[in-house]
């Protein structure tokens, strides 16, 4: 194990698949003391977040009640609270001028209204203890403008917006704010939904594949416990320097376009 979170009090959004998932587990496998918040609680994580100690919420992180509950529930039942995972988010694909008011305020929502709630009611905790971390989730198309899902694009370039902006604002506080920003992660929702609509899915698997270099040369996609363990550095002591940067783990899909192979 490379990090040790033993007597730390962690608050993860969205971890009940993919990503928050291999994070919630990664970070509780290191001592924390793991708090989860989710839409839906998922009965196939019932035995192993048992034995991992992890306690789970019903979250939707659009309310602000509910991350006042979720915070609320970790820093009651430990009296502190030293890291807060940003990580619920969803997709939407089509141009901007088909995306519906319900659509957009509902991207917007999960994806950059929860965070800044997140933040907002973390900060005065970690504050008045002298410091924490926040890591948010955001994504290659946060550093990148992509053309068929511009209104994720946006949430997600807001994301690093919001990242960069409370790094600098709470510095001084001994906050820590970062972001990673994946590529194509495959075994997530938001995946196993885009590939379940594509009428040939291992096609599509591979398209997504051939847009990042790494990932074409070992033939796969990014996976959910390489993110994880990208969020527990920027969540420890080893990064006890490392703030306001957006790491990208995109396999190189943010260095350009890369070279084409056959499969």
């Given at each position: 194990m490379l990090y040790n979170f033993s007597n730390q009090t962690i608050v993860v959004t969205g971890g009940e698949q993919g990503i928050g998932r291999a994070t919630a587990k990664l970070l509780a496998t290191a001592g924390g003391s793991v708090f989860v918040g989710d839409v839906t609680l998922r009965p196939e994580n019932d035995a192993e977040y048992q034995r991992l100690g992890i306690t789970?919420?019903?979250?939707d992180v659009r309310q602000e009640t509910a991350i006042q509950s979720l915070i609320g529930t970790a820093f009651g039942q430990t009296g502190r609270l030293q890291v807060l995972v940003n990580n619920a988010g969803v997709g939407h694909v089509g141009p901007i001028t088909e995306v519906?008011?319900?659509?957009?305020?509902?991207?917007?929502g999960v994806n950059l209204k929860?965070?800044?709630?997140?933040?907002?009611?973390?900060?005065p905790l970690m504050k008045a203890a002298g410091g924490g971390a926040i890591v948010n989730t955001a994504s290659n198309?946060?550093?990148?403008?992509?053309v068929h899902d511009p209104l994720y694009s946006i949430s997600k370039q807001a994301i690093v917006g919001l990242t960069r902006s409370l790094a600098l604002c709470h510095a001084i506080d001994g906050i820590r704010v970062?972001?990673?920003c994946p590529g194509p992660v495959e075994q997530?929702?938001?995946?196993?939904?885009?590939?379940?609509?594509?009428p040939d899915p291992q096609a599509a698997y591979l398209k997504y594949v051939e847009a990042s270099p790494l990932a074409?040369?070992?033939?796969?996609?990014?996976?959910?416990?390489?993110?994880?363990?990208?969020?527990?550095?920027?969540?420890?002591?080893?990064?006890?320097?490392?703030?306001?940067?957006?790491?990208?783990?995109d396999g190189g899909k943010s260095l350009g376009v890369p070279p084409r192979r056959n499969f």
């Open positions: 789970r919420l019903t979250c519906s008011e319900a659509e957009w305020d509902h991207v917007m929860g965070a800044f709630l997140g933040c907002k009611h973390a900060i198309a946060g550093l990148l403008p992509r970062n972001a990673v997530t929702g938001m995946m196993d939904e885009n590939l379940a609509a594509e074409a040369a070992a033939r796969r996609m990014i996976r959910p416990q390489e993110v994880a363990e990208a969020i527990a550095y920027l969540a420890s002591e080893a990064a006890a320097m490392v703030t306001g940067t957006c790491l990208a783990i």
